[in-house]
């Protein structure tokens, strides 16, 4: 039996907890968090969902390192689901505790730091894996498992969204997670793999248009993030790697148009005798416009494999849409993001991951991954097309 650790007892380390409780051997699952009354709701939900006394609550510091080297003390994984700027000390300390680790990502020049910890976390004997949860990790998994469909992938395109199952104008958005960590997708851009070249695109740029059944028409466009490493790590074997964020028609231009203004960058502007960062404004604006205390999403992953099967031009199409499930109360974005890290975690967890920092699309066996996922009910559907 296996003993977690999670940092942060907010909606995706909840869900990390609940599928652990479940799917992860646990003996024991701590929740720290620095609000103690949130850990304690969140491992009492957990138990209630769970049907037995796996989780407990801890107020820590994350910010405290001996505070963290304590709560790692004895622990066989830990589990990151607080905001990214936490994740390279988290990861160290985890190191040097002897304690696997894996996070929710969201900075790829972070995640790039982490891997350059590789040596130390194989001398330790330990395993991290940083950028799980839906994107880029559900999405990188599942484009290693398309690409696993061909006998010589060439391309991928991976398209992703967490929306409103019943959007309401004029936002038709829902932010189901972090709101610092969503404006931080709408600035800068995103690093891709292109005619076998590392390609930096802006953030607002190469709209598309796709079509989901059950979900509709959407509008498909390059924010930052998505694909993390991918590209460093498939340069010289593919000739593209991309990611396109999906949302619903109109999006687009009302998003572009707050870019345009400034208002998601993170530099400090005057008003007046104020000195106010524009993102913020934008937060304090847009994140009561977009919260529901009940979130119905739907959460999806397509990823589009080109290549050669058998010697001829062949598509390896791979197709996740999950929805809000009503049993647990957990949306679409908790699931996905949530349970991913769970899965990496308890893969760590029985030593299905070997020893060190490797980028997450090489380090987590995409097969197994995708058994482990449709055994917890997601819907992933494949096919190849000649």
């Given at each position: 039996m296996v003993s977690y650790l999670i940092f942060g007892a907010g909606r995706q380390g909840t869900a990390a907890a609940y599928d652990l409780a479940r799917f992860g051997d646990a003996a024991a699952i701590t929740l720290a968090d620095a609000d103690l009354a949130t850990a304690t709701a969140a491992a009492e939900r957990v138990n209630r969902l769970a049907g037995r006394p796996a989780a407990n609550a801890v107020q820590l510091d994350v910010g405290d390192g001996r505070a963290v080297a304590a709560a790692l003390a004895g622990r066989h994984v830990a589990l990151s689901a607080v905001p990214y700027y936490?994740?390279?000390?988290?990861?160290?300390?985890?190191?040097?505790?002897?304690?696997?680790?894996?996070?929710?990502?969201?900075?790829?020049?972070?995640?790039?730091?982490?891997?350059?910890l590789d040596a130390e976390a194989r001398a330790a004997g330990v395993a991290v894996v940083a950028d799980c949860g839906m994107g880029p990790g559900m999405g990188n998994n599942l484009a290693v498992y398309a690409m696993g469909l061909l006998d010589q992938p060439q391309q991928v395109m991976i398209y992703d969204a967490g929306l409103p199952q019943a959007p309401e104008p004029p936002w038709n958005y829902l932010a189901t997670f972090n709101i610092e960590g969503l404006i931080n997708e709408y600035y800068g851009g995103m690093t891709v793999l292109?005619?076998?070249?590392?390609?930096?695109?802006?953030?607002?740029?190469?709209?598309?248009?796709?079509?989901?059944?059950?979900?509709?028409?959407?509008?498909?466009?390059v924010l930052a993030g998505g694909v993390s490493t991918a590209p460093w790590t498939f340069q010289g074997q593919l000739q593209s790697y991309e990611l396109k964020v999906c949302r619903y028609p109109g999006t687009f231009a009302q998003l572009k148009a707050f870019s345009d203004l400034g208002l998601f960058d993170p530099e400090p502007v005057s008003v007046g005798q104020v000195s106010i960062r524009p993102r913020?404004?934008?937060r304090a604006l847009y994140e009561p416009q977009v919260r529901r205390p009940v979130m119905r999403d739907v959460c999806l992953i397509r990823v589009r494999a080109t290549g050669l099967?058998?010697?001829?031009?062949?598509v390896a199409q791979v197709d996740l849409v999950d929805r809000y499930d009503e049993a647990t109360g957990f949306t679409a974005m908790e699931r996905t993001t949530g349970w991913h890290a769970a899965i990496v975690a308890a893969m760590l967890a029985r030593g299905e991951i070997a020893p060190g920092a490797a980028p997450l699309e090489t380090a987590v066996p995409a097969a197994p991954f995708v058994q482990q996922a449709r055994g917890r009910g997601f819907d992933i559907r494949e096919r190849v097309e000649l």
């Amino acid at each position: 039996m296996v003993s977690y650790l999670i940092f942060g007892a907010g909606r995706q380390g909840t869900a990390a907890a609940y599928d652990l409780a479940r799917f992860g051997d646990a003996a024991a699952i701590t929740l720290a968090d620095a609000d103690l009354a949130t850990a304690t709701a969140a491992a009492e939900r957990v138990n209630r969902l769970a049907g037995r006394p796996a989780a407990n609550a801890v107020q820590l510091d994350v910010g405290d390192g001996r505070a963290v080297a304590a709560a790692l003390a004895g622990r066989h994984v830990a589990l990151s689901a607080v905001p990214y700027y936490f994740n390279l000390s988290l990861t160290r300390a985890a190191i040097a505790a002897g304690v696997s680790f894996c996070d929710l990502g969201g900075n790829t020049e972070i995640v790039r730091q982490q891997h350059g910890l590789d040596a130390e976390a194989r001398a330790a004997g330990v395993a991290v894996v940083a950028d799980c949860g839906m994107g880029p990790g559900m999405g990188n998994n599942l484009a290693v498992y398309a690409m696993g469909l061909l006998d010589q992938p060439q391309q991928v395109m991976i398209y992703d969204a967490g929306l409103p199952q019943a959007p309401e104008p004029p936002w038709n958005y829902l932010a189901t997670f972090n709101i610092e960590g969503l404006i931080n997708e709408y600035y800068g851009g995103m690093t891709v793999l292109r005619g076998g070249e590392i390609v930096h695109l802006p953030c607002f740029s190469e709209l598309e248009t796709i079509h989901v059944p059950g979900v509709g028409h959407l509008e498909a466009f390059v924010l930052a993030g998505g694909v993390s490493t991918a590209p460093w790590t498939f340069q010289g074997q593919l000739q593209s790697y991309e990611l396109k964020v999906c949302r619903y028609p109109g999006t687009f231009a009302q998003l572009k148009a707050f870019s345009d203004l400034g208002l998601f960058d993170p530099e400090p502007v005057s008003v007046g005798q104020v000195s106010i960062r524009p993102r913020d404004l934008f937060r304090a604006l847009y994140e009561p416009q977009v919260r529901r205390p009940v979130m119905r999403d739907v959460c999806l992953i397509r990823v589009r494999a080109t290549g050669l099967q058998n010697g001829r031009p062949a598509v390896a199409q791979v197709d996740l849409v999950d929805r809000y499930d009503e049993a647990t109360g957990f949306t679409a974005m908790e699931r996905t993001t949530g349970w991913h890290a769970a899965i990496v975690a308890a893969m760590l967890a029985r030593g299905e991951i070997a020893p060190g920092a490797a980028p997450l699309e090489t380090a987590v066996p995409a097969a197994p991954f995708v058994q482990q996922a449709r055994g917890r009910g997601f819907d992933i559907r494949e096919r190849v097309e000649l």
